[in-house]
């Protein structure tokens, strides 16, 4: 009867161990199931449209909004055959990199974009704080990284639409079109050692030789948008950009830099300028004069391009298309 007494609590107790050990495993599967759901919806864009993504202002090491915006870009592009993404700027926050091996290449980019629709081609540009740091390292990270293009700090990327339309894509260097940096040696060294009135002349002679269907220039700085940022950032590519633009036939100016979403056409303008989204961390906004759509949403913007139509629409963290714009030709 001891015995027995024993064998009963000593049964007792492994199958209270083995109750325990299912519980928590089932709760840990349970969690694990609401945590692998995404918290996004994936939107579609139509098959016969070529895609690209706009994404800029991405580099805070996976923080704020940051991982899940990059998963929801690998899902977009996992649905929609995106063919390529265009970074404006900042891929690297505070204070850019140091050399193509600094470890934030690591938790700013490789580590976060690690979904496999991702591993295409990024075209990227330099922001204000790639300024910050060693500039160089973003150009030559290219001979690094398999996606990674930055051959120059201004360049072009023409792509085919269809037998007998094609897209131009300019990809320009804004930081040192701006006096503010170019002032400020200390915090942007090597924005003052840039040449920019080559640059302007080279933007100048690139598009007014084009002869691409679609003409796009994609920088960092807005030309026109409602921020609390200086105002002198604006004025500067007002009176020396906006007019080369205007005169050579743009049909949008895509930048990022002020962390949320704005469509702006000014008073006679034939150009649509629009500010993307950060793809982390977003900011407050309000319309201006001019403004056709604003948000505070963060997210990306996703562009599809036919013969007769540029489209873009604008994606917020949710994987809410809360914008779209068309042009025709």
């Known amino acids: 009867m001891e015995i027995d007494t024993v064998f009963f609590k000593h049964h007792t107790y492994h199958m209270k161990r083995i109750l325990f050990i299912f519980s928590l495993l089932f709760l840990w599967i349970s ?38 915006i990059a998963a929801l870009m690998g899902a977009v592009a996992e649905q929609n055959d995106i063919e390529f993404i265009a970074a404006a700027g900042d891929v690297h926050h505070f204070m850019g990199v140091a050399s193509t091996s600094d470890p934030l290449w690591m938790t700013n980019y490789e580590l976060i974009y690690d979904h496999p629709e991702l591993m ?100 960092h700085h807005p030309v026109y948008a409602e921020t609390r940022k200086s105002a002198d950032e604006r004025t500067d590519l007002q009176n020396r950009l906006a007019p080369v633009l205007e005169q050579n036939g743009v049909d949008l100016y895509i930048c990022g830099h002020i962390h949320n979403f704005q469509h702006i056409r000014p008073e006679n303008s034939r150009v649509e300028y629009v500010v993307n989204s950060a793809a982390s961390l977003s900011r407050p906004v309000q319309p201006i004069e001019g403004t056709l759509f604003c948000s505070p949403d963060p997210g990306f913007t996703v562009c599809s391009v036919t013969s007769g139509t540029f489209t873009f629409s604008l994606v917020n963290h949710t994987g809410e298309v809360i914008y779209r714009y068309s042009l025709s030709k």
């Open 31 to 68: 969690l694990g199931a609401q945590t692998s759901a995404p918290p996004f919806s994936v939107p579609s864009f139509p098959e016969e449209e070529t895609h690209f993504i706009i994404a800029n202002d991405l580099g805070r090491n996976g923080y704020y909004q940051q991982k899940p």
């Open 120 to 219: 295409i081609d990024w075209f990227a540009i330099l922001g204000n704080h790639e300024y910050r740091g060693n500039t160089q390292a973003v150009l030559d990270y290219t001979q690094v990284s398999r996606r990674w293009n930055a051959p120059s700090r201004y360049y072009t990327h023409t792509f085919q639409v269809d037998d007998t339309s094609d897209c131009l894509l300019v990809f320009i260097d804004t930081t040192p079109l701006i006096s503010k940096y170019r002032k400020d040696p200390a915090g942007y060294p090597d924005a003052v050692q840039q040449d920019d009135y080559q640059q302007l002349e080279w933007i100048h002679s690139v598009l007014a030789n084009a002869t691409q269907t679609w003409k796009v220039v994609i920088g």
